[in-house]
Protein backbone atom coordinates (compact mmCIF):
# COMPACT_ATOMS: atom_id res chain seq x y z
CA UNK A 1 0.00 0.00 0.00
CA UNK A 2 3.29 2.55 -0.64
CA UNK A 3 2.52 5.78 -1.88
CA UNK A 4 3.11 6.01 -5.27
CA UNK A 5 4.49 8.96 -7.22
CA UNK A 6 2.65 9.54 -10.72
CA UNK A 7 1.70 13.22 -12.68
CA UNK A 8 -1.10 15.56 -13.57
CA UNK A 9 -0.29 18.02 -15.83
CA UNK A 10 -2.91 20.13 -17.94
CA UNK A 11 -0.43 20.93 -19.02
CA UNK A 12 0.14 24.53 -18.71
CA UNK A 13 1.94 27.01 -21.19
CA UNK A 14 2.33 30.72 -22.15
CA UNK A 15 0.30 31.55 -25.31
CA UNK A 16 3.64 32.95 -26.92
CA UNK A 17 5.50 30.24 -26.48
CA UNK A 18 5.66 27.77 -29.86
CA UNK A 19 3.13 25.68 -29.56
CA UNK A 20 5.48 22.72 -31.40
CA UNK A 21 8.03 23.39 -28.96
CA UNK A 22 5.38 23.14 -25.59
CA UNK A 23 3.97 19.93 -26.97
CA UNK A 24 7.24 18.03 -27.49
CA UNK A 25 8.47 19.80 -24.09
CA UNK A 26 5.64 18.13 -22.67
CA UNK A 27 6.46 14.78 -24.08
CA UNK A 28 9.87 14.89 -22.86
CA UNK A 29 8.40 15.36 -19.59
CA UNK A 30 6.72 11.97 -19.73
CA UNK A 31 9.46 9.96 -21.15
CA UNK A 32 11.27 11.41 -17.85
CA UNK A 33 8.58 10.47 -15.49
CA UNK A 34 8.87 6.73 -17.37
CA UNK A 35 12.53 6.65 -16.64
CA UNK A 36 12.54 8.00 -13.20
CA UNK A 37 9.64 5.12 -12.00
CA UNK A 38 6.45 7.45 -12.09
CA UNK A 39 3.25 4.87 -12.10
CA UNK A 40 0.95 7.04 -14.22
CA UNK A 41 0.51 10.44 -15.51
CA UNK A 42 -2.98 12.42 -16.64
CA UNK A 43 -2.93 14.65 -19.85
CA UNK A 44 -5.92 17.30 -19.78
CA UNK A 45 -8.09 17.96 -22.16
CA UNK A 46 -9.01 21.59 -23.91
CA UNK A 47 -10.30 22.90 -27.00
CA UNK A 48 -10.55 27.21 -26.98
CA UNK A 49 -7.30 28.10 -25.15
CA UNK A 50 -4.41 28.93 -26.17
CA UNK A 51 -2.80 28.71 -22.24
CA UNK A 52 -3.94 24.87 -22.32
CA UNK A 53 -3.49 23.21 -26.26
CA UNK A 54 -4.15 19.54 -25.78
CA UNK A 55 -6.84 19.31 -27.77
CA UNK A 56 -7.16 15.62 -27.70
CA UNK A 57 -4.93 13.90 -24.75
CA UNK A 58 -5.85 10.55 -26.27
CA UNK A 59 -3.66 11.40 -29.45
CA UNK A 60 -0.69 13.07 -27.37
CA UNK A 61 0.30 10.08 -25.32
CA UNK A 62 -0.39 8.20 -28.16
CA UNK A 63 2.86 9.33 -29.62
CA UNK A 64 4.94 8.38 -26.27
CA UNK A 65 3.73 4.94 -26.00
CA UNK A 66 6.95 3.50 -27.49
CA UNK A 67 9.45 6.05 -25.71
CA UNK A 68 8.14 4.66 -22.56
CA UNK A 69 8.05 1.08 -20.57
CA UNK A 70 5.56 1.16 -17.80
CA UNK A 71 4.02 4.45 -17.29
CA UNK A 72 0.18 4.19 -17.19
CA UNK A 73 -1.19 6.94 -19.33
CA UNK A 74 -4.64 8.79 -17.88
CA UNK A 75 -7.14 11.36 -19.41
CA UNK A 76 -6.95 14.14 -16.94
CA UNK A 77 -9.88 14.29 -18.10
CA UNK A 78 -12.41 13.29 -21.02
CA UNK A 79 -15.11 16.00 -20.52
CA UNK A 80 -17.89 13.77 -21.47
CA UNK A 81 -20.36 16.53 -21.99
CA UNK A 82 -18.14 17.64 -25.14
CA UNK A 83 -18.08 14.65 -27.19
CA UNK A 84 -20.19 12.09 -28.45
CA UNK A 85 -20.57 8.95 -26.27
CA UNK A 86 -20.47 7.02 -29.34
CA UNK A 87 -16.76 8.72 -30.31
CA UNK A 88 -15.34 8.45 -26.62
CA UNK A 89 -16.11 4.23 -26.79
CA UNK A 90 -14.53 3.91 -30.04
CA UNK A 91 -11.60 6.25 -29.74
CA UNK A 92 -10.85 5.09 -25.97
CA UNK A 93 -11.25 1.23 -26.63
CA UNK A 94 -8.37 1.74 -29.76
CA UNK A 95 -6.04 3.66 -27.63
CA UNK A 96 -6.41 1.14 -24.76
CA UNK A 97 -5.52 -1.45 -27.48
CA UNK A 98 -2.29 0.75 -28.92
CA UNK A 99 -0.64 1.17 -25.03
CA UNK A 100 -1.59 -2.85 -24.50
CA UNK A 101 -3.60 -1.77 -21.49
CA UNK A 102 -1.54 1.01 -20.14
CA UNK A 103 -5.04 3.01 -19.42
CA UNK A 104 -7.10 4.75 -17.18
CA UNK A 105 -9.82 6.49 -18.39
CA UNK A 106 -10.95 10.03 -16.38
CA UNK A 107 -13.85 11.49 -16.91
CA UNK A 108 -14.90 14.91 -15.63
CA UNK A 109 -17.57 17.10 -16.60
CA UNK A 110 -16.01 19.96 -18.04
CA UNK A 111 -14.11 22.94 -16.26
CA UNK A 112 -12.68 25.85 -19.24
CA UNK A 113 -15.27 28.58 -18.98
CA UNK A 114 -14.49 29.17 -22.55
CA UNK A 115 -14.99 25.47 -23.78
CA UNK A 116 -18.19 25.25 -21.70
CA UNK A 117 -19.46 28.27 -23.51
CA UNK A 118 -18.58 26.96 -27.07
CA UNK A 119 -20.24 24.13 -26.48
CA UNK A 120 -23.24 24.94 -24.97
CA UNK A 121 -22.98 23.13 -21.78
CA UNK A 122 -22.59 26.06 -18.85
CA UNK A 123 -24.60 24.93 -16.14
CA UNK A 124 -23.04 22.78 -13.38
CA UNK A 125 -26.11 20.25 -12.70
CA UNK A 126 -26.81 19.47 -16.43
CA UNK A 127 -23.06 18.68 -17.44
CA UNK A 128 -23.05 16.53 -14.68
CA UNK A 129 -25.99 14.39 -15.61
CA UNK A 130 -24.76 14.43 -19.44
CA UNK A 131 -21.53 12.96 -17.59
CA UNK A 132 -23.08 10.44 -16.27
CA UNK A 133 -25.13 9.44 -19.41
CA UNK A 134 -22.58 9.20 -21.12
CA UNK A 135 -20.39 6.81 -18.95
CA UNK A 136 -23.68 4.63 -19.00
CA UNK A 137 -23.91 4.60 -22.92
CA UNK A 138 -20.05 4.15 -23.07
CA UNK A 139 -20.37 1.26 -20.97
CA UNK A 140 -23.29 -0.54 -22.55
CA UNK A 141 -21.38 -0.27 -26.11
CA UNK A 142 -18.52 -2.13 -24.93
CA UNK A 143 -20.90 -4.95 -22.78
CA UNK A 144 -22.93 -5.72 -25.75
CA UNK A 145 -23.08 -6.92 -29.48
CA UNK A 146 -25.44 -4.41 -31.95
CA UNK A 147 -28.00 -4.23 -32.60
CA UNK A 148 -27.73 -0.97 -30.57
CA UNK A 149 -30.75 0.94 -29.25
CA UNK A 150 -29.72 3.24 -26.43
CA UNK A 151 -32.05 5.96 -25.53
CA UNK A 152 -31.30 9.24 -23.28
CA UNK A 153 -31.92 12.57 -22.19
CA UNK A 154 -29.20 13.99 -23.93
CA UNK A 155 -27.77 11.33 -26.61
CA UNK A 156 -29.33 8.67 -28.52
CA UNK A 157 -27.53 5.93 -30.57
CA UNK A 158 -29.52 3.77 -33.28
CA UNK A 159 -27.88 0.81 -34.92
CA UNK A 160 -30.20 -1.66 -36.48
CA UNK A 161 -30.44 -1.69 -40.02
CA UNK A 162 -26.78 -1.92 -40.89
CA UNK A 163 -25.42 -4.76 -39.07
CA UNK A 164 -23.47 -7.14 -40.98
CA UNK A 165 -22.57 -9.63 -39.04
CA UNK A 166 -19.77 -11.21 -41.80
CA UNK A 167 -17.58 -8.34 -41.70
CA UNK A 168 -18.40 -7.56 -38.16
CA UNK A 169 -19.91 -3.70 -39.64
CA UNK A 170 -21.71 -2.37 -37.10
CA UNK A 171 -19.73 -3.55 -33.69
CA UNK A 172 -18.04 -0.90 -31.75
CA UNK A 173 -14.61 -1.64 -30.76
CA UNK A 174 -14.67 -2.94 -27.08
CA UNK A 175 -11.43 -1.80 -25.03
CA UNK A 176 -7.93 -3.74 -24.12
CA UNK A 177 -9.12 -3.93 -21.01
CA UNK A 178 -11.79 -6.36 -19.58
CA UNK A 179 -14.41 -5.59 -18.74
CA UNK A 180 -13.02 -1.91 -19.51
CA UNK A 181 -10.19 0.40 -18.23
CA UNK A 182 -10.66 1.89 -14.49
CA UNK A 183 -12.44 4.77 -14.77
CA UNK A 184 -11.48 7.47 -12.66
CA UNK A 185 -13.28 10.99 -11.81
CA UNK A 186 -11.96 14.43 -10.95
CA UNK A 187 -13.06 15.66 -8.30
CA UNK A 188 -12.48 19.73 -7.43
CA UNK A 189 -15.17 21.46 -5.19
CA UNK A 190 -15.33 21.42 -1.58
CA UNK A 191 -17.19 18.51 -0.10
CA UNK A 192 -17.94 17.57 -3.98
CA UNK A 193 -21.20 14.94 -4.15
CA UNK A 194 -19.10 13.81 -7.61
CA UNK A 195 -16.56 12.26 -4.88
CA UNK A 196 -19.87 10.40 -3.01
CA UNK A 197 -20.78 8.93 -6.92
CA UNK A 198 -17.26 7.84 -7.38
CA UNK A 199 -17.75 6.06 -4.27
CA UNK A 200 -20.68 4.08 -5.55
CA UNK A 201 -19.86 3.30 -8.61
CA UNK A 202 -16.10 2.61 -7.64
CA UNK A 203 -14.21 5.23 -9.55
CA UNK A 204 -11.00 6.38 -8.91
CA UNK A 205 -11.24 9.41 -6.81
CA UNK A 206 -8.95 12.78 -8.17
CA UNK A 207 -8.23 15.54 -6.56
CA UNK A 208 -6.53 18.30 -8.25
CA UNK A 209 -3.93 20.74 -7.08
CA UNK A 210 -5.26 23.95 -8.25
CA UNK A 211 -7.36 24.45 -4.59
CA UNK A 212 -6.19 24.69 -0.82
CA UNK A 213 -5.71 21.67 0.66
CA UNK A 214 -8.21 21.86 3.40
CA UNK A 215 -10.46 20.77 1.59
CA UNK A 216 -9.00 17.40 0.38
CA UNK A 217 -9.99 15.73 3.48
CA UNK A 218 -13.71 16.59 2.61
CA UNK A 219 -13.37 15.05 -0.69
CA UNK A 220 -12.23 11.51 0.61
CA UNK A 221 -14.60 11.67 3.19
CA UNK A 222 -17.59 12.16 0.23
CA UNK A 223 -16.03 9.46 -1.58
CA UNK A 224 -15.74 6.93 1.63
CA UNK A 225 -19.58 7.40 2.06
CA UNK A 226 -20.35 6.38 -1.31
CA UNK A 227 -18.38 3.29 -0.75
CA UNK A 228 -20.42 2.91 2.69
CA UNK A 229 -23.80 3.29 1.14
CA UNK A 230 -22.99 0.61 -1.33
CA UNK A 231 -21.86 -1.78 1.05
CA UNK A 232 -18.28 -1.71 0.20
CA UNK A 233 -15.03 -0.63 2.76
CA UNK A 234 -13.70 2.24 1.10
CA UNK A 235 -9.36 1.94 0.41
CA UNK A 236 -7.47 4.84 0.48
CA UNK A 237 -4.62 3.20 -1.91
CA UNK A 238 -6.94 4.50 -4.76
CA UNK A 239 -6.87 7.95 -3.98
CA UNK A 240 -4.98 10.19 -5.95
CA UNK A 241 -3.59 13.53 -4.66
CA UNK A 242 -2.38 16.14 -6.73
CA UNK A 243 -0.24 18.97 -5.79
CA UNK A 244 2.09 21.49 -7.37
CA UNK A 245 5.74 20.17 -6.02
CA UNK A 246 9.47 21.88 -6.35
CA UNK A 247 12.59 20.40 -5.20
CA UNK A 248 15.23 22.57 -5.11
CA UNK A 249 19.07 21.47 -4.04
CA UNK A 250 19.09 24.50 -1.70
CA UNK A 251 16.51 26.20 0.04
CA UNK A 252 17.49 29.49 -1.79
CA UNK A 253 16.86 28.10 -5.19
CA UNK A 254 13.62 27.49 -4.12
CA UNK A 255 13.00 31.57 -2.92
CA UNK A 256 14.71 32.68 -5.73
CA UNK A 257 11.90 30.78 -8.08
CA UNK A 258 9.23 31.63 -6.03
CA UNK A 259 10.11 34.80 -5.69
CA UNK A 260 9.84 35.47 -9.53
CA UNK A 261 6.68 37.19 -10.42
CA UNK A 262 7.41 36.85 -13.90
CA UNK A 263 7.78 33.13 -14.29
CA UNK A 264 5.84 29.77 -14.84
CA UNK A 265 4.44 29.54 -12.17
CA UNK A 266 3.04 33.05 -11.39
CA UNK A 267 1.46 33.05 -14.39
CA UNK A 268 -0.27 29.60 -13.68
CA UNK A 269 -1.28 30.81 -10.11
CA UNK A 270 -2.75 34.44 -12.36
CA UNK A 271 -4.61 32.53 -14.38
CA UNK A 272 -6.66 30.56 -11.55
CA UNK A 273 -6.43 33.86 -9.29
CA UNK A 274 -8.54 35.09 -12.52
CA UNK A 275 -10.36 32.35 -13.03
CA UNK A 276 -11.87 31.62 -9.49
CA UNK A 277 -12.46 35.36 -8.90
CA UNK A 278 -14.05 35.80 -12.57
CA UNK A 279 -15.61 32.49 -13.77
CA UNK A 280 -16.35 30.60 -10.65
CA UNK A 281 -17.09 33.23 -8.20
CA UNK A 282 -14.87 31.23 -5.90
CA UNK A 283 -11.65 32.93 -4.77
CA UNK A 284 -12.05 31.50 -1.14
CA UNK A 285 -10.72 27.56 -2.98
CA UNK A 286 -7.42 28.86 -3.54
CA UNK A 287 -6.88 31.56 -0.38
CA UNK A 288 -4.51 30.38 2.58
CA UNK A 289 -7.37 31.94 4.57
CA UNK A 290 -10.82 31.15 3.46
CA UNK A 291 -11.89 34.13 5.77
CA UNK A 292 -9.54 36.65 4.11
CA UNK A 293 -10.12 39.64 1.86
CA UNK A 294 -9.80 39.28 -1.83
CA UNK A 295 -6.95 42.19 -1.87
CA UNK A 296 -5.14 40.27 0.78
CA UNK A 297 -4.87 37.10 -1.32
CA UNK A 298 -2.41 38.28 -3.85
CA UNK A 299 -0.82 36.16 -6.24
CA UNK A 300 2.27 35.79 -4.40
CA UNK A 301 0.32 34.90 -0.93
CA UNK A 302 -1.90 32.20 -3.21
CA UNK A 303 1.32 31.29 -4.98
CA UNK A 304 3.36 30.53 -1.97
CA UNK A 305 0.41 28.55 0.25
CA UNK A 306 0.12 26.68 -2.83
CA UNK A 307 3.06 25.22 -3.90
CA UNK A 308 4.97 22.93 -1.74
CA UNK A 309 8.98 23.94 -2.24
CA UNK A 310 12.50 23.37 -1.10
CA UNK A 311 15.48 21.11 -0.35
CA UNK A 312 14.30 17.44 -0.14
CA UNK A 313 14.32 17.31 3.54
CA UNK A 314 12.00 20.50 3.35
CA UNK A 315 9.63 18.86 0.82
CA UNK A 316 9.24 15.77 3.03
CA UNK A 317 8.32 17.67 6.04
CA UNK A 318 5.30 19.09 3.73
CA UNK A 319 4.57 15.64 2.50
CA UNK A 320 4.37 14.66 5.49
CA UNK A 321 2.18 17.66 7.17
CA UNK A 322 -0.14 16.84 4.76
CA UNK A 323 -0.93 13.77 5.03
CA UNK A 324 -1.21 14.05 8.60
CA UNK A 325 -3.50 16.35 7.64
CA UNK A 326 -5.96 14.42 5.39
CA UNK A 327 -4.84 10.73 6.06
CA UNK A 328 -3.55 8.25 3.68
CA UNK A 329 -3.78 8.51 0.01
CA UNK A 330 -2.62 5.50 -2.46
CA UNK A 331 -0.78 8.02 -5.45
CA UNK A 332 0.70 11.72 -5.04
CA UNK A 333 0.42 13.56 -8.07
CA UNK A 334 3.04 15.86 -9.28
CA UNK A 335 1.74 18.85 -11.11
CA UNK A 336 3.42 19.30 -14.28
CA UNK A 337 4.05 22.82 -15.27
CA UNK A 338 6.44 25.07 -17.92
CA UNK A 339 9.61 24.28 -18.13
CA UNK A 340 10.72 27.80 -18.07
CA UNK A 341 13.90 26.81 -16.31
CA UNK A 342 14.43 23.33 -17.88
CA UNK A 343 16.96 22.28 -15.81
CA UNK A 344 14.85 23.06 -12.74
CA UNK A 345 12.03 21.72 -13.60
CA UNK A 346 14.05 18.19 -14.81
CA UNK A 347 16.22 18.25 -11.71
CA UNK A 348 12.95 18.27 -9.41
CA UNK A 349 11.30 15.76 -10.83
CA UNK A 350 14.90 13.71 -10.27
CA UNK A 351 14.93 15.11 -6.72
CA UNK A 352 11.37 13.53 -6.07
CA UNK A 353 11.60 10.71 -7.48
CA UNK A 354 14.69 9.82 -6.14
CA UNK A 355 15.30 11.52 -2.87
CA UNK A 356 11.95 12.52 -1.23
CA UNK A 357 9.67 9.72 -2.36
CA UNK A 358 11.76 6.72 -1.05
CA UNK A 359 11.54 8.93 2.44
CA UNK A 360 8.22 9.19 1.98
CA UNK A 361 7.20 5.95 1.43
CA UNK A 362 8.79 4.97 4.62
CA UNK A 363 6.95 7.05 6.61
CA UNK A 364 3.59 6.50 4.90
CA UNK A 365 4.36 2.37 5.10
CA UNK A 366 5.23 2.76 9.15
CA UNK A 367 2.55 4.90 10.26
CA UNK A 368 -0.74 3.05 7.87
CA UNK A 369 -3.81 2.71 10.36
CA UNK A 370 -4.15 -0.55 11.69
Known sequence: MSVKLGMFTMPFHHPSRDYAATLEEDREAIVLADRLGFSEVFVGEHFTSWSERISSPLMFVSTVIDSTQKIRFGTGVINLPQTHPLVVAAQTAMFDHLCRGRFIMGIGPGGLASDMESFNVRQPEVRFQMLLESIGMVLKLWSQDPPYEISGRFW????????????????????????????????????????????????????????????????????????????????????????????????????????????????????????????????????????????????????????????????????????????????????????DQPRLWRRSMELLAREVMPRFRRHADATLPA
Open 156 to 339: NISLKDNVWPGFKVGWVPRPYQVPHPPIALSIVTPNSPSAKIAGERGWIPISGNFFNQRYLRGHWERYAEGREQVGRAPDPSVWRVARCILVTETQGEAEDYLSDSNNALSYYYGFFRHNFSVARQALFMIKPDAGMSDESATLDVIKRSQVIAGTPGRVLEQLVALRDEIGHFGTLLMTGHDW
